[in-house]
């Protein structure tokens, strides 16, 4: 398992997520600041072609077992925003559909979402 920081752009400190997916499958995500409260953003992950929710913790998202262990286990002060490479799920994936796809996780004070999209993330300080 590789993993790669692309949350340069969101200052550190923890965040409550709020989701908005449309009807055509465009997600957005609200990151507000618990520290400091003046820290929002948006992340437009475009239209996705898949996302499920994760409960709080990286042990609990089981299709990524081999997570746990290894140097490489992250923190959440590792990063927000994280592009994982080489994953049972973008794998499953990748066997059916032709283009190339990005997976991503987001996690948050309150849960975590994993993101698979063609497309990289625009973020936004709002």
């Known amino acids: 398992m590789k993993w790669v920081h692309i949350g340069e752009e969101i200052e550190y400190d923890w965040y409550e997520l709020r989701c908005q997916l449309s009807q055509e499958n465009h997600l957005q995500i609200y990151l507000?600041?618990?520290?400091?409260q003046k820290l929002k953003y948006c992340i437009d992950f475009g239209k996705i072609l898949f996302c499920r929710s994760i409960d709080e913790g990286w042990d609990l998202n089981l299709l990524e077992e081999d997570l746990l262990s290894g140097p490489e286990f992250p923190n959440l002060s590792d990063g927000i925003l994280?592009?994982?490479?080489?994953?049972?799920?973008?794998?499953?994936?990748?066997?059916?559909?032709?283009?190339?796809?990005?997976?991503?996780?987001?996690?948050?004070?309150?849960?975590?979402?994993?993101?698979?999209?063609?497309a990289f993330p625009i973020i936004k300080m709002i």
């Open 82 to 118: 994280l592009e994982m490479i080489d994953t049972h799920l973008k794998n499953r994936v990748q066997k059916f559909y032709p283009d190339p796809i990005y997976h991503y996780q987001l996690q948050g004070i309150n849960f975590g979402i994993d993101v698979l999209t063609e």
């Open 32 to 36: 507000e600041g618990l520290k400091n």
